[in-house]
Each structure stands twice: as structure tokens, then as C-alpha cells.
């Protein structure tokens, strides 16, 4: 019998990952009116996967981690740093 291995990598640098992190909810948008918090719309992430080494600089919070949502790409990286698509991955906030 063959069994399918997934190995998880990290979201930063592509080597093993070793912990998994819960990202915030993202607000993507609101309604018109700024005062009515009934409508918005949040989108819940997939969990992140780092290395030691990226997931101690993202709990000292030496490193910040985006994501970008153009609907080609959809990745997380470094909050500045250009994505595959080639848009900068934008912070998430709590």
C-alpha cells in the first residue's frame, strides 16, 4: 500500500513547517454607511504554516505576514513584499 505524505511548508520560505498559526478575519469591505457595522464582508483565511525560524520572528512580531487576494494568486508573504502576481501582499488585521 502507498500512503500520500503531505509535508505542510512554510508560507515565507517553502522549507518544513512546524507550527501552524490561525490568521485574522479580514474585512474586505463595509457598506456604505461607515456608522452601520451590520454589513461587512470577512473572509476567514487557511492557517498559516511556518519554520521555527519565521514563526519565532512572527510571534516577536519582527515579521509581519500579508496576504494577497488578486483571485490568481491568494497567498500569504511579507506585508510589503511583491506576490507571484506581482501585487504587494497587503497586513491583516485582528
Known sequence: MIEN?????????GHDGVMTVDPP???????TDPSDSSYSVTVVL????L???HYHDFRSKELVIGWCDDEKCRHFGV???PSPCGK?????KR
Open 51 to 53: 519554520c521555527g525560524d
Open 88 to 92: 504587494e501582499y497587503l497586513a491583516l
Open 79 to 81: 506585508v510589503g513584499a
Open 46 to 49: 487557511p492557517d498559516m504554516e
Open 5 to 13: 505524505v503531505v509535508t505542510r511548508r512554510c508560507v515565507i520560505c
Open 25 to 31: 478575519r479580514r474585512t474586505l469591505a463595509r457598506g
